[in-house]
T-cell receptor
Framework: DTEVTQTPKHLVMGMTNKKSLKCEQH?????MYWYKQKAKKPPELMFV???????INESVPSRFSPECPNSSLLNLHLHALQPEDSALYLC????????????FGPGTRLLVL | KNEVEQSPQNLTAQEGEFITINCSYS?????LHWLQQHPGGGIVSLFM???GKKKHGRLIATINIQEKHSSLHITASHPRDSAVYIC?????????????FGEGTQLTVNP
């Protein structure tokens, strides 16, 4: 199984809503990532978890809150988002060594109204 | 200047043509990745290179570490190859998990 799954595929939320994005992998990878991608731009790294501990936070606003409940799951909790947060949110996983391939999920397309 | 530069930004080809996408980088790297992103979002990792050349089906990736340059070639291109191709590098000095991405090359292959 070389698949990373993400739910939901699409999400529309208001600025006062609280929602969560979910990511799951069963490849035994111990590093998981959240990326944000705006249209026609490359992905921007948001967070990295390594062995279920947050290892990188790229100065992401606190309205984005990551969580790694176990080695297979990664959540991104959203609260009080702004319209400019509308983007494709991609999850990826890999082994945590420096040169390993990252496997990406299909993404969640988020629209904040 | 970006650490990773790709060219061209956009490329249109006819089915069957040989295609080359280039990537230049300015930092010492431990690995370079070529990624493919179709409309709709999902990203597929095509190759990871630290030296030499790799081939998978109609795709070939090469890297010249001394010149800090990599190329992705597609032989006998097909409309299903239409996608954005992204070069990403893992710098030698960066923490193990961080990739630096190029801006991507939008490839359109017409039938």
């Amino acid at each position: 199984d070389t698949e990373v799954t993400q739910t939901p595929k699409h999400l529309v939320m208001g600025m006062t809503n609280k929602k969560s994005l979910k990511c799951e992998q069963h490849m035994g990878h111990r590093a998981m990532y959240w990326y944000k991608q705006k249209a026609k731009k490359p992905p921007e790294l948001m967070f990295v978890y390594s062995y279920e501990k947050l290892s990188i936070n790229e100065s992401v606003p606190s309205r984005f809150s990551p969580e790694c409940p176990n080695s297979s799951l990664l959540n991104l909790h959203l609260h009080a988002l702004q319209p400019e947060d509308s983007a494709l949110y991609l999850c990826a996983s890999s082994q945590p060594l420096g040169q390993e391939t990252q496997y990406f999920g299909p993404g969640t397309r988020l629209l904040v109204l | 200047k970006n650490e990773v530069e790709q060219s061209p930004q956009n490329l249109t080809a006819q089915e069957g043509e040989f295609i080359t996408i280039n990537c230049s980088y300015s930092v010492g790297i431990s690995a370079l990745h070529w990624l493919q992103q179709h409309p709709g979002g999902g990203i597929v990792s095509l190759f990871m290179l630290s030296s030499g050349k790799k081939k998978h089906g109609r795709l070939i990736a090469t890297i010249n570490i001394q010149e800090k340059h990599s190329s992705l070639h597609i032989t006998a291109s097909h409309p299903r190859d239409s996608a954005v191709y992204i070069c990403a590098v893992r710098g030698r000095e960066t923490s193990g998990s961080r990739l630096t991405f190029g801006e991507g090359t939008q490839l359109t292959v017409n039938p």
